[in-house]
């Protein structure tokens, strides 16, 4: 039987992607209690500052703040404890070997719902500059400026 898992997403991290380049991604499940997961489905997450970083063979991701849940009770976690990151051990090697070169980390770009299990999309990413932001602005506002001349002809350029 084929299923199509759907996917839902739950958070993004739209700050990691203005501030560093992402080189490839990945994906990786996340290892989580119960009362962390009905916060997530009410919303309550937030993935900026974050990062990811192996210990000992396993992938840890730091600063992911997960709301305590509103109904829960002694059962809540702490919200910013480390979440372990579940991929296959050949991966995770792969992912050591990389970012032990210079400038390379691990970034959650999002988290979402595949099916009824939980994601998240790892960047393997490189820093940007300062000017590496300006010329990515300048770069959205002239395709902002060149949409909105080509709307206002009807879609023909003509000077």
Do not use: W
Not at 13 to 21: E, I, M
Not at 36 to 60: I, M, Q
Not at 75 to 97: A, S, Y
Not at 109 to 132: H, T
């Amino acid at each position: 039987m084929n299923e199509k898992k759907t996917q839902k997403i739950i958070a993004d991290n739209r700050k990691a992607r203005h501030d560093y380049f992402v080189i490839e991604s990945f994906e990786a499940g996340i290892e989580l209690f119960g009362t962390e997961v009905k916060s997530l489905r009410a919303g309550g997450v937030n993935l900026k500052d974050s990062y990811c970083e192996t210990d000992g063979g396993e992938l840890f991701a730091h600063g992911i703040h997960i709301s305590p849940y509103d109904h829960g009770n002694i059962f809540n976690r702490d919200p910013l404890r480390p979440k372990r990151l579940l991929m296959h051990k050949r991966e995770i090697m792969r992912l050591t070997g990389l970012v032990s070169r210079e400038g390379y980390t691990l970034i959650p770009l999002s988290l979402y719902f595949k099916g009824s299990y939980v994601k998240m999309a790892l960047g393997l990413c490189k820093g940007k500059k300062l000017y590496d932001k300006r010329d990515d602005i300048a770069k959205r506002d002239a395709d902002r400026i060149i949409e909105r001349r080509m709307k206002d002809r009807g879609g023909k350029y003509d000077d």
